[in-house]
């Protein structure tokens, strides 16, 4: 059930969507506790702590963008964003195949089908197109309790286009992660980190973003070939 005091929230982030939305958290609550993919104990804050969280960030990804989310677990923030945002495209990358069963009934349940799909795999994957499927990218990849932001974008940058934007909801730990991380991220093609915080006026607390453009592709890097001797093979160290 959608708390009294949410339902303000609720509306302006989902607009006549709110009933798709209160579908999905119903989903939540129930399948998904049973399933393992949500703690019993936050069955009672899935409005709060999790849908209104997820649904703060679609101001800050632009119209009619494609969107990948990566270790979408339950389906936070992707499908939460398919749902806010009926102009997105969303993929939801997924390497557990209890996860994937989940959202892939989650879609079909919610009749979310032509506008989101779900890709069994890792992000690494998903980028190469090893799994057979893909290559994948997208405007915007987002992320949420992944990893901290140097391995984020290790796996996350490869799938954003260039010019577009990497988008993890993080914590308290924001700033530190984005001092501690920035020249990784740049090493890896990325532009400076920036913190916003989505949703301010709307939900208490604001949801916590980096954000980051990809402005350089950066490809891998190459094993230094193996030095000879003048006999022709290879000098081992």
């Not at 997208?138 to 796996?155: E, F, H, I, M, Y």
């Amino acid at each position: 059930m959608l708390p009294p005091e949410l339902a303000g929230a609720a509306r302006t982030l989902f607009g006549d969507r709110i009933d798709l939305a209160a579908a999905y958290a119903e989903l939540l609550a129930t399948d998904g506790v049973v399933r393992g993919l949500i703690g019993p104990r936050e069955a009672p804050r899935i409005w709060d702590r999790h849908l209104l969280n997820c649904a703060a960030v679609a101001e800050r990804i632009p119209e009619g963008a494609t969107v990948l989310d990566v270790g979408s677990g339950a389906g936070l923030p992707g499908l939460v964003l398919a749902i806010a945002r009926p102009d997105l495209t969303v993929t939801l990358i997924e390497p557990l195949s209890r996860r994937t069963s989940f959202l892939i009934e989650a879609v079909q349940h919610l009749g979310l089908a032509k506008m989101v799909r779900v890709f069994r795999g890792r992000a690494d994957e998903a980028a190469t197109g090893s799994t057979g499927i893909g290559p994948l990218s997208g405007d915007v990849v987002t992320a949420r309790a992944v990893a901290p932001l140097d391995r984020l974008s290790t796996w996350c940058l490869p799938l954003v286009v260039r010019g577009g934007r990497l988008i993890a909801l993080k914590g308290a730990s924001a700033a530190d992660e984005v001092a501690e991380h920035a020249q990784t991220v740049a090493r890896l093609g990325g532009g400076e980190p920036e913190l916003h915080r989505c949703g301010e006026g709307v939900i208490d607390p604001p949801t916590t973003v980096v954000e980051i453009v990809r402005e350089r592709v950066v490809g891998p890097t190459r094993p230094k070939a193996a030095k000879r001797s003048r006999g022709g093979r290879s000098r081992r160290r």
